[in-house]
């Protein structure tokens, strides 16, 4: 709850994000105007400013100011004696590098103040700047509020960008920021939302919905698993025959892209290979993999075919031009030929090409690991960080995974997946998909039930990959992260709304819990109540 000193101040938010703000009410009774003979500080009073405005001097009668509450919580406040800094009339955004234009068009927009470019910072403006140091993976932060000014400075403009989401929640929340300093920084470096658009068509205005809600919850990747049984949902141009009737445009999805770049989001495709290819068998029948006897394994392509790996990699080789990004993600889960009790008898094919490539006593298991590290060979030429779902690592294979796949991890259920700590105690570094907290399977098939916000903020952490028994802390810095994936197996369970609520608390605890994997502050209750304020 805002101080009582705030609660005279009104705030009406407009479509877009604005915020327009009324009068001001400050402690003592007056409307928060200086006297012009008191400058705040640099560029206060300059010809190139505006009239002093609104913010009185910092003063003993201010309470200490109290920690910011924002989704994610900030990680470092150092509290001040001070008014907090508001939007009033004529207050501006600057920025102190032409880099940060998109961040500082972006907030003004959102705040309701006027953009004003490279400039010198005046009185009520908020300045985004950067700092200079070499540290081009750094996603902290320093947000500084002080003399009736903001000032968010990073090493890099996504840090620069956190800085600004910070500031515009702490606006919805109770119209002020925060006198003093927050210091920020997320505890992991991969922090993500999948979307299965493969079984269920997402329109791309959904979409971009969810990557604005994204950004401003500091997710930084949108997966796009939009190749399986039901559907292949992206236009094509090497292969227009396996593209489904409802899909994306090529150019739909240049703006997705676009727009996530735009919220500091890589989005990460997937095309699941040598399994859940159903769409592309559909037009290629031949490719079908078939057992001993004949009857066809569902969605899954005959490996031994060298006709397979080229499809295969021709869509691979398209879509790296279509998404930028630095990360690709291969599949590799479920493959039907490693999921009968005996795969040499069952697929007799699949064992002679193993031996015929690997030598003798080479399995189909080797098979299939040496068709995860072909793709990734393909993948790799586009200078991509490659990962894999953890069931696509087999034991005692003759042939091993390549070491720059990373394993993403969702289930120790299905047949070859193996405990966290085999992957961890090798070397590999792993991304927790734990379908047990961060599932969202349409329809609930298969024991899934959806998660909820409230288990994933209360019992759920990053080391916490399969059930709900985290691994060793000495696994933690091999741990990049977690995603939350949403999958469509009864894609008419719930209509795109639904699932738009559904998620997002879930959303929200997640990015609390990969941004800080402490225990809270704030109770649940609590939580739910911020997100209400903030969005």
């Not at 025959?241 to 727009?259: C, E, G, N, P, Y």
């Not at 933690?476 to 949403?486: E, H, K, P, T």
């Not at 738009?500 to 800080?516: E, I």
Request: charged letters at 25%; one cysteine or more.
């Amino acid at each position: 709850m805002a101080p009582k000193w705030l609660l005279p101040f009104v705030g009406v938010a407009l479509a877009g994000g604005a915020v327009v703000f009324g009068v001001t009410v400050w402690p003592g009774g007056g409307t928060g105007e200086t006297n012009a003979s008191q400058p705040t500080g640099v560029g206060a009073g300059s010809s190139d400013c505006p009239s002093p405005s609104v913010s009185p001097s910092p003063s003993r009668s201010y309470p200490m100011s109290q920690k910011p509450k924002t989704i994610p919580a900030v990680r470092e406040h150092t509290p001040a004696r001070g008014p907090g800094w508001r939007p009033s009339d004529g207050a501006r955004l600057v920025i102190g590098d032409k880099k940060l234009a998109d961040e500082g068009k972006l907030t003004a927009r959102e705040l309701g103040l006027t953009y004003a470019g490279e400039a010198e910072p005046c009185d009520g403006d908020v300045q985004l700047t950067l700092t200079g140091k070499n540290q081009p993976n750094s996603e902290a932060y320093t947000l500084t509020v002080r003399n009736g000014r903001v000032r968010i400075s990073a090493a890099t403009d996504t840090g620069v960008f956190y800085g600004t989401r910070t500031l515009k929640q702490e606006v919805r929340d109770g119209g002020t920021a925060s006198e003093g300093v927050v210091r920020d920084e997320p505890a992991k470096p991969q922090r993500g939302f999948m979307l299965d658009i493969a079984r269920k068509h997402f329109t791309a205005g959904w979409i971009e919905d969810r990557i604005r809600e994204l950004g401003d919850l500091k997710y930084n990747q949108l997966g796009l698993h939009f190749s399986d049984d039901q559907g292949f949902r992206i236009e094509s141009d090497t292969h227009p025959q396996v593209v489904s009737k409802q899909h994306l445009t090529k150019a739909q999805v240049r703006r997705i892209v676009d727009l996530a770049a735009s919220r500091h989001i890589k989005v990460v495709p997937e095309i699941d290979s040598p399994g859940h290819l159903g769409a592309v068998i559909a037009a290629y029948p031949d490719l079908q993999l078939r057992n001993a006897s004949g009857v066809a394994a569902s969605g899954a392509v005959d490996i031994s075919k060298p006709k397979a790996a080229k499809i295969v990699d021709d869509l691979l080789n398209e879509y790296a031009d279509l998404f930028p990004g630095p990360y690709w993600h291969l599949g590799a889960d479920e493959y039907r030929a490693l999921m009968v009790s005996d795969p040499e008898a069952s697929y007799p094919q699949l064992a002679a090409a193993a031996r015929a490539r690997y030598g003798a006593g080479a399995t189909v298991a080797d098979l299939a690991t040496g068709w995860m590290d072909d793709r990734a060979a393909t993948i790799r030429k586009h200078d991509r960080t490659m990962r894999a779902w953890n069931d696509g690592f087999f034991r005692d294979t003759k042939v091993q995974p390549s070491r720059d796949i990373q394993v993403a991890y969702w289930t120790g259920k299905e047949i070859g997946a193996r405990q966290p700590d085999e992957y961890l105690s090798a070397g590999r570094r792993v991304v927790n998909y734990n379908d047990e907290f961060l599932y969202y399977v349409l329809g609930e098939p298969n024991d899934f039930v959806y998660p909820t916000g409230e288990r994933i903020y209360e019992q759920w952490t990053p080391l916490v990959l399969r059930g709900t028994t985290p691994v060793a802390k000495q696994y933690d810095d091999q741990i990049l992260g977690g995603s939350f994936a949403v999958w469509c197996d009864l894609s008419n369970s719930q209509t795109e709304a639904q699932v738009a609520q559904g998620v997002r608390m879930p959303l929200r605890a997640l990015s609390q819990k990969l941004w800080d994997p402490g225990k809270p502050d704030l109770s649940w209750a609590e939580f739910q109540k911020l997100a209400e304020r903030v969005g």
